[in-house]
């Protein structure tokens, strides 16, 4: 069964526009949208969507926190995308840490919204690309960063599925590029988790932008 779309977005001449469009690419049953937090708390008590799109426009970067915080909490299925007014890294890093699986800039274009959207119903995280620049730079620039250290190095075939997971794709789109199973790239995927000593793709990301593997 396809998956409910909730946004949470303004202007209404904006979201019923962008609700059409997606409506044409057949991904979705339904698609809400919402313009006040008590339509959108409204919308996720009568039908919890699976995806919720929540944009900057509607809140503060401290409310839209304690929103999403609220809504992992009571409804924990709900793989939630942000669209931000191009957050620093730090901010960016706290929307995860809350719970988000996704993060665009509001300049992102309709294709990479597309991209996070797939991303997102594979259980896969998703970054825009403008955001991994800033997170690039902003490593690039702490003088007194330190460098991370594993205690077994990452072998050629997991450093090829770490540059995959860095670019957004996901186990089903490795298995095909690398001619793998997806089972092969779930346990390469665990193994690389493990080195590393993160929990999740963005602890990864994180490492990969750090060490400078993904400039």
């Given at each position: 069964?396809?998956?409910?779309?909730?946004?949470?977005?303004?202007?209404?001449?904006?979201?019923?526009?962008?609700?059409?469009?997606?409506?044409?690419?057949?991904?979705?049953?339904?698609?809400?949208?919402?313009?006040?937090?008590?339509?959108?708390?409204?919308?996720?008590?009568?039908?919890?969507?699976?995806?919720?799109?929540?944009?900057?426009?509607?809140l503060?970067?401290?409310?839209?926190?304690?929103?999403i915080?609220?809504?992992?909490?009571r409804?924990?299925?709900?793989?939630?995308?942000?669209?931000?007014?191009?957050?620093?890294?730090?901010?960016?890093?706290?929307?995860?840490?809350?719970?988000?699986?996704?993060?665009?800039?509001?300049?992102?274009?309709?294709?990479?919204?597309?991209?996070?959207?797939?991303?997102?119903?594979?259980?896969?995280?998703?970054?825009?690309?403008?955001?991994?620049?800033?997170?690039?730079?902003?490593?690039?620039?702490?003088?007194?960063?330190?460098?991370?250290?594993?205690?077994?190095?990452?072998?050629?075939?997991?450093?090829?599925?770490?540059?995959?997971?860095?670019?957004?794709?996901?186990?089903?789109?490795?298995?095909g590029?690398?001619?793998?199973?997806?089972?092969?790239?779930?346990?390469?995927?665990?193994?690389?988790?493990?080195?590393?000593?993160?929990?999740?793709?963005?602890?990864?990301?994180?490492?990969?932008?750090?060490?400078?593997?993904?400039?």
């Amino acid at each position: 069964m396809k998956p409910r779309l909730t946004i949470f977005d303004e202007p209404m001449l904006y979201t019923e526009g962008l609700s059409k469009l997606l409506m044409q690419s057949k991904i979705f049953n339904t698609i809400g949208i919402c313009n006040s937090l008590e339509t959108l708390s409204q919308n996720l008590k009568d039908q919890p969507p699976e995806i919720l799109v929540m944009s900057s426009n509607m809140l503060m970067l401290t409310e839209l926190y304690k929103s999403i915080e609220d809504i992992i909490t009571r409804y924990g299925n709900i793989k939630i995308i942000v669209l931000g007014n191009s957050y620093d890294v730090i901010d960016i890093r706290k929307l995860f840490n809350k719970g988000i699986k996704s993060y665009l800039d509001r300049n992102s274009r309709y294709d990479e919204f597309l991209k996070s959207i797939n991303a997102v119903l594979l259980n896969e995280i998703y970054i825009c690309d403008h955001a991994k620049e800033r997170m690039i730079s902003f490593i690039s620039n702490e003088q007194d960063k330190r460098n991370l250290h594993i205690k077994e190095p990452l072998t050629r075939r997991e450093m090829e599925i770490l540059r995959f997971i860095c670019d957004g794709f996901s186990s089903k789109d490795i298995s095909g590029k690398l001619f793998i199973s997806i089972n092969t790239v779930e346990t390469h995927r665990k193994k690389i988790l493990l080195k590393l000593n993160v929990k999740n793709s963005v602890g990864i990301v994180k490492y990969a932008l750090e060490n400078h593997i993904i400039d």
